[in-house]
Each structure stands twice: as C-alpha cells, then as structure tokens.
C-alpha cells in the first residue's frame, strides 16, 4: 500500500480556509433567520439558526449580500441573460436558486471550490428535495452527471478544483462546456486574499485572458494596514488562517491590479460606500431590527471590506457603466 503523504502547513491552512466557508453560511443563516434579507434555500445548507451574531456582523453580511447581487443582477440584465455566472470559491452559496427565482438565470451557472467542499454541497443537494427539485426544473436533457466531486446539468455545474492550478481549473471548466464566446461574469467572495499575490494575479489574468466580454467582481479586506486591520488578521491567525494575499488589500488603489492584468475598467468602494447607496428604504428595515449600540463599531468594519469590479466589453454591451 502506498505510504500516506504527510501532513503539511499547506493542508492547515487550506483546512483553516475551508472553514470560514461554514463561517459565512452560518453568519448568513442567522441573518436572514432576523429577517435581513429572504433566502429560503440556506436551511438546507445550515440547520440550526446558531447563536446570536453581533448587529453589526448582520449588517455587514447584508451589505455583502446585497452589494454582490446588485452589480451580479444588473450583469446578467445587461446582457438579457445570454450569459455565463463562474462563482470562484463558492462555499454553500445560494445563489443559483436566488435567481431561478427571480427568473435571471444566466445561460449556465458554474461553481467551483476545493472538493471536500463540493462533496457537502452535492450530498446537500441530493439529499434536500426543495435544492434538487430546482435543478431537475432546469435540466431537459439526459446528460446530467452527478458524481461525489462534480455536478453537471444543462444550466448548473459543480466543479472540484483548485484556483491555484490555473490549467487544471481552466481543463475543467472548458469539461463542462464552458464557453469562453459567452459574455462571462465571475465572481469572488473573500477567495483571493487566501492565495499569494502571485497566484491570485493568475487567476484575474486567466480570466482576462479566457473571455473578451466579462466582469469580475470581487468582495474581500481592504485598509489592512490600520491598527483594526492588524487585529482582524490576528484573530484569523489564532485560527492558523493567513490572509497570503493581505499586501493587495493595502487601500483601495491596490485594485488596480484588475487594470494590470488585462482588465480595461475597474472600481472599488469600500462597505461603508456601498451601504449608503444601497435603497434607503431596505436600510431602514434592517436597521430597526435590531438595536445597534455602537455606530463606530460598524463604520469601521464596513470600512475594512470592499467590493471591486472590473470589466471588459469587446461585444460593447455598456458593462463600464455598471455600478451602484
């Protein structure tokens, strides 16, 4: 029998990241349990409501929420959903039955993360009638694979891999029928700031590189040279989960990596931006739900996140215009 490989830093730290994938599920999942934004579908993912989240950790994860599905929706519009959605790093995100829902369903949904990872998310899905009933409704040929580290339908697909093998990635999407003509938005939730510059630079290249109309969006840290940036990375620390990508989360400039890879347009707002500009009547609703004792408290941590999107538009669509 071959001799087990041991055990490294690197499979630390890879587990650490994979952890804060149930982090954000469950953060979500006691959010809309408050009744900050509907998601009908993240039970199936998260049984029990978990204890009490801090108001302003709600709030953060509704500027998320819906700061990503504002530039993601007015995407898929844009292009009157003849288009493909690559969700990097998706953890147990919803977001495939969101907009099912909401009748905006891109040509094809792609998701990919580390295979342990999708295993949960396709036993999840298997296993929960209200998940795989919105798969069979969108599936009318007879071609769906379902196996333990892929799912394949003709408008969701499920991928096991790693971003950091660039060509592996790239082999298996292109499997899957991924078409690199369509209009393509991907999407990064706190992802890149786990890989090394160097490896994320690979992945906004590759997709520059891949599709000439496209938008990338990408939510994680920004401003973490602060004393409250130093300290968000110390408590991830005592979790063995380094931020290996912390040098390109500096300030909202350092975005500008988008435009040195092969991106025309890019821009980047912090949290705080986004939730003054998101509809003042919602914000309202959230705010009344629970008491919050400390304004300062969320401003900072608001201000430590950002949303950056860029684009590329060869088929001129108007994606530049695209914002909040």
Known sequence: MAARRPFTDTDTADEAVRATCDDATICKRFATSKGYWNDPYIQYFVRSVGERKAPEINRGYYARVQGVAHLLDAFIRKTECDCQVINLGAGLDTTFWRLKDKNLMPRKFFEVDFPTVVARKIHNIKTKPPLSKTLIETHSTDSLLLDAHSLDSDRYCIIGADLRDISGLDEKLKKFQLNPELPTLLLSECVLVYMTPSQSSN??????????????????????????????????????????????????????????????????????????????????????????????????????????????????????????
């Open 203 to 324: 992945v906004v290249h590759w997709a520059a590189e891949t599709f000439h109309t496209a938008m990338f969006i990408n939510y994680e840290q920004v401003n973490m040279g602060d004393r409250f940036g130093q300290v968000m990375i110390e408590n991830l620390q005592r979790r063995q989960c380094t931020l290996a990508g912390v040098e390109a989360c500096q300030s909202l400039d350092s975005q500008e990596r988008f435009l040195k890879t092969g991106w025309e347009h890019a821009d980047a707002l912090d949290m705080m931006t986004v939730y003054s500009m998101l509809p003042q009547e919602d914000i309202g609703r959230i705010e009344s739900l629970e008491f919050l004792d400390e304004r300062e408290l969320l401003q900072q941590l608001l201000q430590h996140y950002s949303i950056c999107w860029a684009t590329k538009d060869k088929l001129n669509l108007g994606l530049s215009q695209l914002a909040f």
